[in-house]
């Protein structure tokens, strides 16, 4: 018992230093202007210097290479679900931003949420402008001279990948799929 409470601490105590080590380097300025990619980035980054860090204490931490080689992995999937659900939701998330509108100037009703979203959101935040340029850099669309934009093979594929996750988690067809929210004909 008392060595299945040592491997969790120590992994536990890895997971902390590993996910404090993440959110420092978030103050580099590295890894590109995308959140998610720059956060994919850094948290490899992160697990290196876990790693170094490891391999450089090890004797002294009394940690073997096993264990070593546990605590970077585990912490490198521990940051990227962290960024995910913190850091990407706060910078993506449509309800985070309602929430935020209703915490500065409740109470709101739905048409002054929707009203607010159209204003804001869509109007002086940019998004659209903003996922548009980041898909470019993703390489997922490409825009013509005149402003049209297209998939390119890559956008393609992620498009083909979402519709097949949709249909496997049971998400809203209605995002990747316009033709879901209509009756058929």
């Known amino acids: 018992m008392i060595g299945i409470l040592r491997i969790l601490g120590t992994y536990g105590l890895g997971g902390i230093a590993g996910l404090a080590i993440y959110v ?20 490899v980054l992160t697990a290196a210097v876990l790693g170094a860090l490891l391999a450089l204490f090890h004797v002294r931490l009394g940690v073997d290479t096993a264990t070593a080689v546990g605590i970077v992995l585990t912490g490198l999937a521990l940051n990227v679900s962290f960024l995910v659900l913190f850091p990407v939701t706060i910078d993506r998330s449509i309800s985070v931003f309602l929430l935020s509108r209703i915490a500065a100037e409740q109470p709101l009703d739905a048409a002054q949420l929707q009203q607010r979203f159209a204003d804001e959101y869509l109007g002086r935040m940019e998004q659209i402008p903003r996922r548009v340029h980041e898909q470019s850099l993703s390489g997922n669309i490409a825009v013509a001279p005149g402003g049209a ?36 004909s």
């Open 24 to 43: 420092a380097m978030f103050a580099l300025p590295i890894g590109g202007e995308i959140l998610f990619y720059r956060g994919i980035v850094l948290a």
């Open 149 to 184: 934009i297209r998939l390119t093979p890559r956008g393609e594929k992620f498009v083909a990948l979402a519709k097949a996750a949709s249909v496997w988690f049971h998400t809203d067809r209605r995002f990747v799929d316009p033709a879901a929210g209509k009756p058929a």
